[in-house]
């Protein structure tokens, strides 16, 4: 018998289960979904990030993003997604911006010294200053983890209110790509003498640029 | 019979900057919990713990369908899945993936299904180098400690422990500055990362709808643990296992915020297979181990199987007076506090473990605070009768055992229980101290009641009982 | 026609503590209630249950049921022998037995004394004077298996000349936890120091609890330790004139 029998006839014993007999229906799935209006979850997503420390800014255009991001990185060097509208609004052209990696390795190698990373986000939850990123060609995952700084531009409209309701948009995360990862504040630890100390492993620093 | 339990708690007892230590992290820890569970701040925290049990019921019950489900799925993407019994097998699925690869540097992110087959220690004996990256666990790897608390592993350690621990196995200058420390873990930790041929995590649950494994995390190691490397693979317990991604929302927002008082932590990664096609990076390999180790004996207990509901959040231990006195080392095992005290006796024997589902006051806080709602106190009352049934079976304990009988035999008599008690007051043979307490006679100063006196005064038998007061008032 | 409640007094009341049981009498008789006090009462027998012995712990259980049946009210000084009898009894037979059923039906006629107080007498000021700084211990098992939490507080709130204060670990363990006290002394002895510790910051000469049991941990540990605070059950405070 293989371990992998041996531990369903166990498990079925344990039960008193038969072999693939159907469960009942599970229990209903909870999700609320809270009406609130997009200045309100604009206004919550900053707070939230602010509160953990990141930087915020509410642009009303992508030239305002733009200039913030220029600020931010002047004379540093940064690697970019390639999400389209980071190009369209000459945000991955700022000096010192590398993008257009489709390659694993030169990715990996230029986040490894880079000093920023510039990314877009798929969503972004209101209620708790979260982003959520959607692995795909346009966003890498090592972008917003390996470079000290993440500078995330999100349009206003992909803020949703919190997780019932991302969870009510994108039922199934593997559907879609081989992964999803929520981003809430810098990375931190608090593992000695529960002193929180920021930037362990991941960026210490982010930036959340709302564009409308 | 003083046991290593007994000696352990005894000497945590006695120091007195551990027991600070202690004390102030649970503390901190029970706060943070308290502030983001209120009723104005998340009004809706009892229905989520209820819909949390019930998720966790309905996936242990159903177990079997749940874990092929998620096989099924992680293979259809592409992703592989091991069934292993023991950390053995475990052991001998990374060797041979590892061999294979051709790879001998392993970065591990933070696991408690791990720590529980050491796996870290079975690697290494086979020549691995086999790396934690979450800084709690990598000091005490360096330390060969174990973890003293699910989320907070190096709670005992200060930052000066730190900087000895630093000087003496990496050699380095001492320093004792927690924002320098943490640098010097991540600079070490850069560069094994992206060396590393095989990341290693846990799991924190396993979506079976979506073949997916579920990490939250606040440092990013996890995340680099299962993004650099070629090759991922998650560690998980049958036991992870939730129905479908939409539980997440419950799962999550009831996780965070009982573990550390985060309404969710820095990272929540949902990942569920290989870099794909149209994606620049991520691992060329994904495995999910399914490990028993134990679990499949738990279940058949339908009211103790409720000790697979936990998600492993550590408020329990926080919560605990018992745990925040006699720290995480105590325990014999790597699962501490009341989760370990219900645990480890059900996966190690309960005959094996006899004493610890005794260490517990019973005082409920464990139960009120978790987040899946196990019962707690309820599984430690059925531990307790089990123990008391295997003493039974090999005559072991026979004098507590007779003592109780005749507690029975006279208690279910009411006019033996009356005179007997009648006589307590009548011929008691303790006298009185000054402020009224009892001043008990040496040659009584046995058992029990020695060990009472150990700590405390004992309260005089009254000299009238209610009984007697009750019937002379009445006439 | 005066209403008949029935008090169970527990034996530690009846051997260590008669007056708390006495107070409790007479809070209830100036409620106009008339108290039944069956003489065949014995142990509710949660000693043995939380030690695991399940056998012995259903013998008291059996007889305990049979003195309380046909009680409308029974009532019961102490948080934790009442959890025993409502949230325990039924653990100990098999599931649809008789006994099933007959202590479930039991467990909804048991009240902890300041739970009746609060739900069924409904009252909560008996003209009581106190005088004295007082500092409530909220027993574990009143707490969260029976939510006594904010009743005691109002009732004490009433009393004439009570100062009510909290202290910060009022929900914490006191560390007796039955036959644990003595099985792991040291540890029994630390925690309530810890609580001691606690009472002694809020500056409160007075400790109430709802159950004799902590108060008898309590009070042992203020005597080692030759503090002057007294430890008082509820119903002795509410009883004072």
């Known amino acids: 018998m293989t371990s992998r029998e041996a531990m369903l006839k166990e498990i079925r014993t344990s039960l008193k289960r ?56 002047a ?36 986040c490894a010294v880079t000093d920023f990373g510039i ?94 | ?42 009004p809706d925290y009892q229905e989520l713990r209820q819909q949390a049990h019930e998720i966790k019921r309905h996936a242990i019950n159903h177990l079997d369908y749940y874990l092929e489900e998620f096989e099924r799925n992680v293979q259809a993407r592409g992703g592989v899945v091991h069934w292993c019994r023991d950390g053995q097998e475990v052991a001998d699925v990374v060797l041979s993936i590892a061999k294979r690869r051709k790879t001998g540097t392993i970065i591990k992110s933070k696991s408690m299904a791990t720590e529980e087959i050491e796996l870290n220690e079975r690697l290494e004996h086979h020549g691995l180098e086999s790396v934690e990256s979450d800084l709690g666990e990598y000091i005490l790897q360096l330390n060969h400690e174990k973890p003293y608390h699910i989320v907070a592993p190096a709670l005992h350690l200060t930052r000066y422990d730190v900087a000895d621990i630093f000087t003496k196995h990496l050699g380095l200058e001492r320093e004792v500055v927690i924002e320098k420390q943490t640098k010097i873990a991540r600079n070490i930790m850069r560069d094994k990362f992206l060396e590393a041929g095989i990341g290693i995590s846990g799991a924190n649950f396993l979506v079976a709808d979506s073949g997916a494994v579920v990490l939250v995390e606040n440092e990013g190691n996890a995340r680099l643990s299962t993004t650099a490397p070629k090759v991922h693979i998650a560690v998980a317990g049958i036991e992870k296992i939730i129905p479908r991604a939409q539980d997440l929302a419950t799962m999550l927002k009831v996780l965070g915020r009982s573990a550390t008082g985060q309404p969710l932590t820095v990272y929540t990664s949902f990942l569920s297979s290989v870099r794909r096609e149209n994606e620049v990076d991520g691992p ?58 219900i645990i480890t006796p059900q996966f190690h024997g309960v005959e094996n473990q006899p004493k610890l589902a005794f260490a517990s006051s019973l005082c409920g806080a464990c139960g009120e605070v978790c987040p899946v709602k196990i019962d707690i106190p309820k599984v430690l009352l059925e531990l307790r009768a089990d123990a008391k049934e295997k003493e039974k079976e090999v005559a072991s304990n026979q004098l507590e055992r007779a003592a109780f009988q005749v ?69 | 026609m005066a209403k008949r409640v029935t008090i169970f007094v527990t034996c530690i009341v009846d051997q260590l503590f008669p007056n708390a049981g006495m107070a409790m009498a007479s809070v209830l008789e100036q409620l106009g209630y008339e108290v039944d ?65 007959e202590a479930e039906e039991l467990s909804h006629r048991v009240y902890e004394f300041s739970k009746f107080l609060t739900d069924v007498a409904k009252v909560e000021d008996f003209g009581a004077n106190y005088d004295g700084v007082v500092t409530f211990h909220d027993a574990c098992h009143g707490l969260r298996d029976l939510k006594v939490k904010d009743g005691p507080r109002r009732m004490l709130a009433n009393v004439k000349g009570l100062e009510l204060r909290e202290h910060d670990t009022c929900e914490e363990c006191c560390g007796f936890g039955g036959t644990f006290s003595v099985k792991f002394a040291e540890l029994s002895g630390h925690m309530v120091r810890t609580k001691l510790d606690s009472i002694v910051r809020s500056g409160a000469d007075t400790v ?27 119903a002795e405070i509410l009883a004072s004139r």
């Open chain 3, 37 to 101: 006090f069956p003489e065949a009462q014995t142990c509710c027998g949660q000693p043995a249950f939380n030690t695991g012995y399940r056998d012995e712990a259903r013998t008291v259980a059996l007889h305990t049921m049979k003195v309380l049946k046909g009680a409308e009210y029974v009532i019961v000084p102490s948080g934790s022998c009442t959890s025993m009898i409502s949230h325990h009894y039924h653990d100990l037979f098999p599931k649809d037995s008789p006994e099933y059923h």
């Open chain 3, 208 to 234: 109430a609890a709802v159950d004799c049991s902590c108060l008898m941990q309590i009070q042992g540990a203020i005597s080692r330790a030759g503090l002057p605070i007294k430890t008082k059950h509820l």
């Open chain 1, 18 to 73: 038969e072999t693939g007999t159907p469960p009942p229906p599970p229990p209903p799935v909870r999700l609320v979904i809270p009406k609130v209006d997009r200045a309100a979850k604009v206004d919550s997503l900053l707070s939230k990030v602010a509160a953990l420390a990141g930087k915020t800014l509410h642009a009303s255009s992508m030239a305002e993003a733009r200039e913030y991001v220029a600020g931010v990185i």
């Open chain 1, 119 to 212: 990314s877009s986000a798929t969503y972004a939850l209101a209620d708790t200053g979260s982003l959520v990123m959607i692995s795909s060609l346009n966003e890498a995952r090592l972008v917003s983890l390996l470079p000290p700084v993440h500078i995330a531009i999100v349009p206003a409209e992909r803020i949703l209110s919190g997780l019932d309701e991302l969870y009510m948009l994108v039922p199934k995360p593997s559907d879609i790509s081989s992964s999803m990862v929520l981003i809430t504040g810098p990375s931190r630890t608090a593992d000695i003498e529960q002193l929180l100390v920021r930037g362990v492993h991941g960026p210490g620093e982010i930036h959340v640029v709302v564009v409308d």
């Open chain 2, 407 to 475: 507690f029975a035999y006279i208690a279910s008599r009411p006019k033996l229980w009356r005179r007997l008690t009648g006589l307590a007051g009548t011929f008691n043979p303790m006298g009185k101290q000054a402020n009224g307490m009892a001043k008990v006679p040496g040659f009584m100063k046995l058992g029990p009641l020695q060990e009472w006196l150990s700590e405390r005064d004992l309260a005089p038998v009254a000299p009238k009982s209610f009984r007697t007061m009750w019937k002379e008032r009445k006439g």
């Open chain 2, 284 to 341: 060329e390999e994904f495995h999910v181990i399914l490990l028993d180790n134990g679990r499949t004996k738990v279940l058949a207990n339908e009211s103790k199987r409720e000790s697979l509901f936990c998600i492993r959040c550590g408020a329990c231990l926080n919560h605990c007076p018992v745990y925040r006195k006699i720290g995480g080392h105590s325990f014999p095992w790597v699962y501490s506090g009341p989760i370990g005290a």
């Open chain 1, 75 to 110: 004379g540093k060097s940064a690697v970019a997604s390639n999400e389209p509208f980071l190009k369209e609004a000459g945000i991955s052209t700022l000096p010192g911006v590398q993008c257009g990696f489709t390659e694993e390795a030169a990715l990996r190698e230029a």
């Open chain 2, 1 to 42: 019979m003083t046991t290593v339990f007994d000696e352990k708690i005894h000497s945590t007892l006695g120091d007195s900057r551990l027991q600070l230590a202690i004390y102030k992290a649970t503390g901190r820890l029970m706060e943070n919990r308290k502030k983001v569970v209120a009723d104005d701040v998340l």
